[in-house]
Each structure stands twice: as structure tokens, then as C-alpha cells.
């Protein structure tokens, strides 16, 4: 056997090693992969986001608080004065609230916040022009 075909046989003889060594590398790795998937577990989506907190009252519960606890105390300042005893519910303004917007939302939740502000502002006064009065 002349050199040039010895070589050309060394060639052929590595060339195929080298691609059985390819082949089995592929196959081993598509056998990889396809034996993964047979391990499989259910699939669980993410949990939705939680709901956005609210830094912000609605715009009706605000109204509602703010005219609420300023007509409480105007009136808890006006019975205080007055020498009346502890009356809120009395005030036509905590029987029939005013200042209610329907386009903020019903009526029944401003009413609501509306006297739970106006006892809280009448307390707030009646009990601040008692602790003035007996010193």
C-alpha cells in the first residue's frame, strides 16, 4: 500500500469513528430529552397578582367623612356651648346627611361614613370644650 492510499485510509477510518462518535452523542441526547418530558408533573400557572391596595378611599367614602366629621364637631361645639348633654343623634345633619353627591355612588354607604364622621367630630369637640370648661 502506497503512502497516499494509507493516508486516504487513515482518513476514512477516523472520519468514521469521529462520525459514529457524533451519531452516538446525538442519539444520546435526543434520548435525554425525550425521557425528560416522561417524568412530567401537572402544570401549575402562576397565582394572579394581588389586588392593587388602596391608598385612596372612594371619593364617595372621603365626602362623606369630611363633611360628616365638620358638621359633627360644629354641632358638638354648639351643644357644648350651649350646656346641652351628649345629643348627636338629635341633628337634623345626622338624621338626613347633606352634601351627597349621587354621582359619587348610593346614597346608603355616604350616609354611613357620614355619621360614623359625625360622632367621631362630635366626641372630638364635646369632649375638648368639657376639658376646657372645668379648669
Not at 435525554?32 to 408533573?41: E, K, P, R, V
Request: glycine share 8%; with cysteine.
Amino acid at each position: 500500500m502506497k503512502p497516499a492510499q494509507r493516508k486516504a485510509a487513515h482518513t476514512c477510518a477516523s472520519h468514521a469513528k469521529t462520525s459514529r462518535s457524533v451519531l452516538l452523542s446525538l442519539a444520546g441526547i435526543v434520548a435525554l430529552m425525550a425521557t425528560t418530558g416522561c417524568a412530567s408533573h401537572p402544570y401549575y400557572p402562576p397565582p394572579p397578582p394581588p389586588p392593587p391596595a388602596y391608598a385612596q378611599r372612594p371619593p364617595l367614602i372621603d365626602l362623606a367623612e369630611h363633611n360628616g366629621f365638620r358638621a359633627g364637631t360644629d354641632e358638638g361645639a354648639r351643644d357644648a356651648y350651649n350646656g346641652r348633654g351628649y345629643r348627636p343623634q338629635h341633628d337634623r345633619n345626622f338624621r338626613d346627611p347633606p352634601g351627597y353627591d349621587p354621582a359619587l355612588g348610593p346614597f346608603e354607604p355616604y350616609r354611613h361614613a357620614f355619621r360614623g364622621a359625625y360622632l367621631r367630630g362630635y366626641d372630638n369637640r364635646n369632649a375638648s370644650r368639657h376639658e376646657t370648661s372645668e379648669c
